[in-house]
């Protein structure tokens, strides 16, 4: 079956402009996460979904970033007002109910983001 | 705030060569997972280790989890080429967090020809 997809792979953007980002997580996956992964560090939690429960937040870095979730499927992250140090590979993630039976999270291949 | 510690950050060893990575905190985890990552694709899940002193067998690699449940190594004994990546540990939350991970930074692998 179909993976976690993202789009777009690749973004470049100026400082100051706004992005989104997309992912379609595995059907049926109803918990949904975003990180953040930078040169030579491991990925940073930013935000989680869990069905129509309110997201965990508590990754984000700034009020610059804010995530939806429509439909309890595709997710968007959008990014305000972008710095140079936003340049990242953001990654998406789903996987069944978290503490239903073995717990794996399902990557996608990210997308890289630079800021110029 | 929950940290996991690896080393070594970067290791090029010669094909045919064994070798291991740690992954070591001062928290305690419900359980550990290791993933690797390839350049372009996101981790993918080798191994979830749950009970503390615990030893799984991949093929040519072994994963241990810490009696305290709070490190773990994976060793790779002839490492090939193909096992070149990314590899990374995480530590599941429990109770009310079990969905959380936290990641080490990783362990970059050059296995050379």
């Known amino acids: 079956g179909a993976g976690v997809s993202q789009s777009p792979s690749n973004k470049v953007t100026e400082k100051g402009k706004d992005v989104e980002l997309r992912c379609d997580p595995i059907?049926?996956?109803?918990?949904l996460y975003w990180y953040r992964q930078s040169l030579g560090q491991g990925l940073e939690f930013l935000i989680y979904f869990q069905g129509n429960s309110a997201p965990d937040k508590s990754g984000l870095p700034s009020d610059r970033f804010s995530a939806e979730r429509t439909g309890g499927s595709v997710s968007t992250l959008t990014i305000q007002r972008t710095q140079q140090e936003d340049s990242a590979v953001y990654l998406c993630?789903?996987?069944?109910?978290?503490?239903?039976?073995?717990?794996?999270?399902?990557f996608g291949p990210g997308t890289r983001l630079t800021v110029t | 705030t929950q940290l996991l510690e690896q080393s070594p950050q970067f290791l090029s060893i010669q094909e045919g060569e064994n070798l291991t990575v740690y992954c070591n905190s001062s928290?305690?985890?419900?359980?550990l997972q290791w993933y690797r990552q390839e350049p372009g694709e996101g981790p993918v899940l080798l191994v979830t280790?749950?009970?503390?002193?615990e030893v799984k067998k991949l093929k040519r690699l072994t994963f241990q989890f810490g009696d305290a449940r709070k490190d773990s190594s994976l060793h790779i004994t002839a490492a090939q080429p193909g096992d070149t990546g990314l590899y990374l540990c995480a530590g599941v939350g429990s109770g009310a967090g079990s969905y959380q991970l936290t990641f080490g930074k990783g362990t970059k692998l050059s296995v050379i020809p």
């Open positions: 280790v749950v009970t503390g002193g």
């Open positions: 928290s305690v985890f419900s359980s």
């Open positions: 059907s049926g996956h109803t918990a």
């Open positions: 993630a789903s996987s069944l109910r978290p503490g239903t039976g073995s717990y794996e999270q399902y």
